[in-house]
Nanobody, 127 residues
């Protein structure tokens, strides 16, 4: 019943910024403490990679080392959405970015532990 839709991807030059958004239907983000939300990315020919995740508690956010200090994951319960603000983008950040959710109070970094996925949004960083 929960449906996730990502948006905000696009083409940006190295060093630029993009903000991705994931809007949920069938899920009350006002009661988001029951869900862990995550962002993953997948480049062609590569495995899906963890980017960031957060529990319903504010401040309970973790990041992949490669994006620490550059990406910011935020939950906006009023808009039933989560965002991923990406700054100082690098060509190696190029991938399809996916929003995911799981009913849990503990963060997870492996895709199989998430059972609700968005369709993905393409992020391309040129050099």
């Amino acid at each position: 019943q929960v449906h996730l839709v990502e948006s905000g991807g696009g083409l940006v030059q190295s060093g630029g910024s993009l903000t991705l958004s994931c809007v949920a239907s069938g899920l009350r983000f006002s009661d988001a403490s029951a869900y862990v939300m995550g962002w993953f990315r997948q480049a062609p020919g590569r495995e899906r990679e963890f980017v960031a995740a957060a529990t319903g508690r504010t401040g309970s956010t973790i990041y992949e080392d490669a994006v620490k200090g550059r990406f910011t994951f935020a939950r906006d319960n009023a808009k039933n959405a989560v965002t991923l603000q990406m700054n100082s983008l690098k060509p190696e950040d190029t991938a399809v970015y996916y929003c995911a959710a799981r009913r849990s109070n503990r963060v997870a970094m492996t895709p199989p532990l998430y059972d609700i996925w968005g369709q993905g949004t393409q992020v391309t960083v040129s050099s």
